[in-house]
């Protein structure tokens, strides 16, 4: 989980304060709104701040790893049916394998602690 929230965090940072610049990266245009884009930049830094939760107190917080597999998961079908059925660039399959990977990863983790009794 601590990792998922680095990723949030590290693309949430970079959009809401280096737009441009990861735009550049991932090879993306940038919206004519900016304002928008880097409110999506705040989210994914309070989306990341969440998912930490479960690393500070993984008994207490348990439940927001099935919210982060569901989100990634979600995360995923919207990507790919960006790409897929609307034209999108080829980034947005990447960002969606992306998403579909923290969701598998976050369900094996969660399940194997979850048999070996360390739900960390």
Do not use: N
């Not at 993984?58 to 919207?78: D, H, K, P, Q």
């Not at 399940?111 to 960390?120: E, L, P, T, V, Y």
């Amino acid at each position: 989980m601590l990792l998922g929230a680095a990723y949030d965090w590290f693309f949430g940072f970079f959009i809401l304060l280096l737009p441009g610049v990861l735009a550049m990266i991932i090879s993306l245009d940038m919206p004519a709104e900016q304002v928008y884009l880097r409110l999506d930049g705040l989210f994914l830094v309070i989306i990341g701040f969440f998912y930490s939760l479960y690393w500070v107190d993984c008994s207490r917080f348990r439940e927001i790893v099935f919210i982060a597999i569901a989100a990634r998961f979600f995360g995923f079908l919207f990507f790919f049916s960006a790409w897929a059925f609307f034209a999108q660039p080829f980034t947005f399959l990447l960002l969606g394998i992306g998403d579909g990977f923290w969701a598998v990863l976050h369900f094996v983790l969660f399940k194997s602690a979850s048999k070996i009794g360390s739900i960390r």
